[in-house]
């Protein structure tokens, strides 16, 4: 069992880095909404990232 949740912390890895190009490129480009919306995406990935790391971590340690 807690291999299966350092298999979907590894997903979590390899998604977040998908997405931090994208919003990358959002933050990039020249229109102000592309910039809000950039930065509302990664606002957004921190609070989901920091909620789903710190379960599938507790359920590490408790594993």
């Known amino acids: 069992m807690n291999l ?3 298999l979907l912390l590894l ?6 880095i998908l997405l931090f190009t994208h919003i990358a490129q959002l933050l ?3 229109s102000d909404t592309s910039v809000a919306l950039g930065v509302c995406f990664f ?3 921190a ?9 599938l971590l507790s359920k590490i340690k408790n594993q």
């Open 28 to 30: 990039r480009a020249p």
């Open 47 to 55: 609070v989901v990232n920091y909620f789903l790391i710190r379960f």
């Open 4 to 6: 299966i949740y350092l």
């Open 43 to 45: 606002v957004a990935l």
């Open 11 to 16: 997903g979590v890895v390899i998604t977040d």
